[in-house]
Structures are given as structure tokens and as C-alpha cells.
T-cell receptor
């Protein structure tokens, strides 16, 4: 079945550091890929998405590129802020029902 | 505001009770979902309805029963609550054909004591 593997957290960075959160996937067919963010006490918000190979999703300084050859969708940000502290989920959507399958989430803490 | 709204936000109840969580979306989406998030933040799909029809029913106890009176509402009823049911339950909606991802509600934190 479909699955998503994320790097385990927690990840702790200083403000303005470079962020990478690794995400790889297994899916039949051609899935769409997503990053969601969950701030403390809130629901999940769509951060960015990519629907086909080589697409780059970007939002709020975050980027991720759909790499079919490595089945990866790594999240990057050049300079993190304290306000980026949250849990980040990689996800894929595939099949006729477009069910969203999530990775296990990565807790990011950014220190001032 | 266009959104997915679920009520209540917090629910504390005793073992053995029956409770319901309600969800409504005004986004015009055709599909709604229930997810369970455990204490380690792991998200697992429970149910999915497309235009009031059940399309995903993962392995969850029969004590959990979804009900969709119309495509804008998907409620979750839980019978005979157990300690292990304590979790955060998220409702979500999407437009399947558009593949734009899901919009999530803010969650219901259920605590069974």
C-alpha cells in the first residue's frame, strides 16, 4: 500500500538556520504530494503541494520539489523563524478516492 | 468564513458513555473525512464519505459510527467509550476531482476518564 516516511524528530534549530525535513514515499501510480503544518493546539494547514514530477511547491519561504526518481519530497527553508515552530507532516494522495496518507510528523522547534 | 468547523473542541467523559462529534463544511466540497491523531501525533484515517456515501471505512471498532445527513455534514458517534479512545479527532473535507488537498477542522480533543 501507499506509505510516507519522514525523518524522525524532534528537530531543534536556531533562528535563521537552514531547515531540511526529509520525506520519501511509496505509491502506485502518480501521487500528488503535500506538506501540512500543525501549530500547537490547531488543526492541520496545507503548506504546499506538488502534483507531478519535477513540480516545486512553495509557500512562506518553504519549498519542496517532487522527485520521482528518488521518490522524495524534502521540505526546505533557508532561514527559519521562531514562528515556524510546529509539527510538519508530509503526505501523499493517490487512487480514485484520493485518500491522504500521512507521514509520522516532524516536530520542529526554533530557538531565538 | 469558509471553513471546516467541528464541535465540541474539548470533550471529557467517563468510560462507557456515548458521545458525538459534529462536523460541518461550507466549502462546497464533495468528500469528508474523519482522522484520529494519537498522543505521538500520528494521523490515521477512520472514515471517508463522498456525497453522503461511505467510501473509506478503515479498521476501527464498531463502536465508532459515522453519519452523513448531507454532503456538508459528517458526524462521528462513539458508543461505550474506552480509555484508548482518548485522542484528537480531526474532520476534513476535499474536492476529490480538484486534488487540492484537504481542509481540516481545528480538532476535538477527546479525553476518556
Amino acid at each position: 500500500g501507499d506509505s510516507v516516511t519522514q525523518m524522525e524528530g524532534p528537530v531543534t534549530l536556531s533562528e535563521e538556520a537552514f531547515l531540511t525535513i526529509n520525506c520519501t514515499y511509496t505509491a502506485t501510480g502518480y501521487p500528488s504530494l503535500f506538506w501540512y503544518v500543525q501549530y500547537p493546539g490547531e488543526g492541520l494547514q496545507l503548506l504546499l503541494k506538488a502534483t507531478k514530477a519535477d513540480d516545486k511547491g512553495s509557500n512562506k519561504g518553504f519549498e519542496a520539489t517532487y522527485r520521482k526518481e528518488t521518490t522524495s519530497f524534502h521540505l526546505e527553508k533557508g532561514s527559519v523563524q521562531v514562528s515556524d515552530s510546529a509539527v510538519y507532516f508530509c503526505a501523499l494522495s493517490a487512487g480514485s478516492a484520493r485518500q491522504l496518507t500521512f507521514g509520522s510528523g516532524t516536530q520542529l522547534t526554533v530557538l531565538p | 468564513d469558509t471553513a471546516v468547523s467541528q464541535t465540541p473542541k474539548y470533550l471529557v467523559t467517563q468510560m462507557g458513555n456515548d458521545k458525538s462529534i459534529k462536523c460541518e463544511q461550507n466549502l462546497g466540497h464533495d468528500t469528508m473525512y474523519w482522522y484520529k491523531q494519537d498522543s505521538k501525533k500520528f494521523l490515521k484515517i477512520m472514515f471517508s464519505y463522498n456525497n453522503k456515501e461511505l467510501i473509506i471505512n478503515e479498521t476501527v471498532p464498531n463502536r465508532f459510527s459515522p453519519k452523513s445527513p448531507d454532503k456538508a455534514h459528517l458526524n462521528l458517534h462513539i458508543n461505550s467509550l474506552e480509555l484508548g479512545d482518548s485522542a484528537v479527532y480531526f474532520c476534513a473535507s476535499s474536492q476529490v476531482s480538484g486534488n487540492y488537498g484537504y481542509t481540516f477542522g481545528s480538532g476535538t480533543r477527546l479525553t476518556v476518564v
